[in-house]
């Protein structure tokens, strides 16, 4: 057996292991749960009891007023029935108590429930036309993602998503997503340390991996993660500072990071989650502000980031250096039926081969109408050939992309999608695993996605 | 008249709509807060007051008025809205109770407790606002 048969062998051990240990917890919940359901039936009960003795007290007191006369006649008759009125009080003080045990009880069992493990499930399908460099012919099983949130204490607060998903030649894979460690200073600042979702525009961090979040079912091409043909880092590994302040009537949040810088290597981006691989290291910023009132929904920002990306060929040699700079902005709105999300990049790289200049960027509108949110999306990349960041990386090169669909929510954690797309990338010499020069034709394609995904 | 009747009818309604309230936002003493605070809390923008850790509970019984009067929202968005906050942020949503009773158990033993009620809050808890 080979080692990474056994290291796929150990995590899908690792991940039934896991999943016992999830069905074991859902069966005490599942105990959990009956019992408050008895506690909420006695609670009930009690209620409606409280509720008829209150009644019968009150008629006791009306009928004890009303008959004065009769009173007087029969003055033996009226201590006992103030005696009958004082054992309803007592009754109705006891069950008041009892009724306190009890909802008492309740809460502290809904806080008992552990850490709760939260997730999205997709599946779906796909078809696409001839020249789709990744052709798809049928159904897919899309991807497995759990998060959780543990918190220790008033200011220590964690994140962990772990995602199984298939890629494009059926293998299977589980990625420790984000794994990140947080510290709130205040309610302006926390830092992060760990893997994170590399905070540029909006996008990235607002739906990232989970897929009955996201508007649609693909992502801008340029933003896609690294294993997906991403052209910039969609994670990163290192500390991160993040928070948001009172700017007039509005927020102004802030992001900055430091985080080992990618590598190229294999036509792909490479993350470092282990160790970086030179002392370039990335750094980024994000600067947003959120307006109140009128205005309220919308986002508008500035983002930026560099770093030094050394590209390797197959035989792990390095082939040469880029120094990655990227500026751009971004705005997004969120509100009355309307959601729209544009970023934009534009490029500064420079290597052995001198600086180059590149942009690239995305605008997403969507409309909703009930459960339906007809969307479309406008790709563009322009990408300077002679960047050799960019020839290193597979889909390095130039692209329109035109996205049109609709989402169907079924309810709030459930979806239908359907997606159509149109794609276009112009002719690239571009560089291959090995370092070699290679002419890439230009292609023009078009792809049917269907998606299913739920959230719980 | 009729019309002169009918304005009258109006214009009390009018003038004693502000104060029919639904209920009331009710919290540990140890939280100080100002009423502003409340809708941040609540959307998970401000989690600390002082040195203690704000804890909002929700009470399905008078969730949607509540949802509605103080965040301006409805369930459906208040969930999403969650759900986008807990995957990017890293923080829980607020736990959800059945009944008065269990928000005020709750609020009355839990330091930093936020809740709201349909009721009038008794001993054990301040007021914070009413909705």
Redesign the interface.
């Known amino acids: 057996m080979s080692k990474v048969q056994s290291i796929r062998r150990g995590l899908a051990c690792l991940t039934v292991g896991a999943l016992c240990i999830a069905a074991g917890a859902n069966a005490r919940a599942d105990e959990q749960s009956d019992r408050i359901k008895a506690l909420e039936q006695r609670l009930e009960r009690s209620l409606q009891l409280i509720d008829k003795l209150s009644s019968r007290v009150a008629e006791l007191e009306r009928a004890a007023r009303a008959a004065p006369v009769a009173a007087q006649a029969a003055s033996g008759a009226q201590p006992a029935q103030a005696a009958v009125v004082e054992d309803h009080a007592k009754s109705i003080a006891a069950l008041q108590q009892s009724v306190d045990q009890i909802a008492d009880g309740l809460s502290k069992n809904a806080n008992d429930t552990g850490i709760p493990v939260h997730g999205f499930i997709d599946v779906g399908a796909g078809w696409s036309s001839r020249q789709d460099p990744v052709p798809l012919r049928g159904f897919n099983a899309g991807s497995l993602d759990l998060y959780l949130t543990p918190q220790i204490g008033a200011r220590v607060k964690s994140l962990v998503e772990l995602v199984v998903e298939f890629d494009e030649d059926g293998e299977s894979s589980i990625d420790m997503e984000r794994v990140q460690i947080g510290y709130t200073l205040s309610d302006e600042l926390t830092l992060w340390a760990g893997r994170f979702h590399t905070p540029f525009g909006l996008w990235n961090t607002s739906y990232h991996h989970g897929a009955n979040l996201q508007p649609s079912i693909s992502r801008p091409v340029f933003i896609d993660f690294e294993d997906r043909g991403g052209l910039i880092s969609a994670h990163s590994v290192g500390v991160w500072a993040n928070g948001k302040t009172a700017l007039g009537d509005g927020k102004l949040t802030y992001d900055a990071f430091l985080a080992n810088g990618p590598s190229v290597r294999g036509r792909e981006l490479e993350l470092n989650p282990f160790t970086d691989d030179n002392h370039g290291k990335m750094l980024g910023l994000n600067l947003g502000y959120r307006p109140a009132g009128v205005l309220s929904g919308l986002s508008v920002g500035l983002h930026g980031f560099s770093s030094s990306v050394g590209r390797y060929n197959d035989d792990g040699s390095l082939r040469g250096t880029t120094k990655l700079r990227a500026l751009g902005g971004y705005f997004g709105y969120d509100g009355r039926d309307w959601e729209t999300i544009g970023e934009f990049y534009r490029f500064s790289n420079s290597s052995d081969s001198g600086s180059v200049l590149s942009n690239a960027g995305f605008l997403h509108v969507g409309r909703t109408f009930g459960a339906f949110t007809p969307y479309a999306r406008y790709e563009r990349a322009s990408l300077n050939p002679r960047d050799d960041y960019f020839r290193s990386l597979r889909n390095g090169r130039s692209y329109t992309h035109l996205v049109a669909g609709a989402r169907y929510a079924i309810d709030a954690n459930s979806s239908l999608k359907l997606e159509l797309r149109h794609s276009r990338e112009t002719a690239a010499a571009q560089i291959d695993a090995a370092g070699a020069e290679i002419d890439v034709p230009e292609a023009s394609f078009q792809r049917a996605l269907f998606q299913y995904s739920i959230a719980f | 008249m009729k019309l002169g009747v009918r304005a009258l009818v109006v214009l009390s309604w009018l003038a004693c709509a502000p104060l029919a309230r639904a209920g009331e936002v009710v919290a540990h003493p140890s939280v100080l807060l100002k009423i502003s605070d409340i809708r941040d809390v609540y959307l998970g923008?401000?989690?600390?007051s002082g040195?203690?850790?704000l804890v909002p509970v929700d009470n399905s019984a008078t969730q949607e008025v509540f949802l509605a009067a103080v965040l301006q929202t409805n369930a459906?968005n208040y969930?999403?809205r969650w759900?986008?906050k807990?995957?990017?942020?890293?923080?829980?949503p607020p736990?959800?109770?059945?009944?008065d009773?269990?928000v005020?158990?709750?609020v009355r033993?839990t330091p930093?407790a936020i809740g709201y009620i349909a009721g009038t809050a008794g001993a054990g808890v301040i007021v914070l606002d009413k909705f």
């Open positions: 923008e401000k989690q600390l040195d203690i850790r459906r969930a999403a759900r986008r807990a995957f990017r942020d890293g923080i829980s736990p959800v109770k059945g009944s009773a269990e005020m158990s709750f033993s930093g």
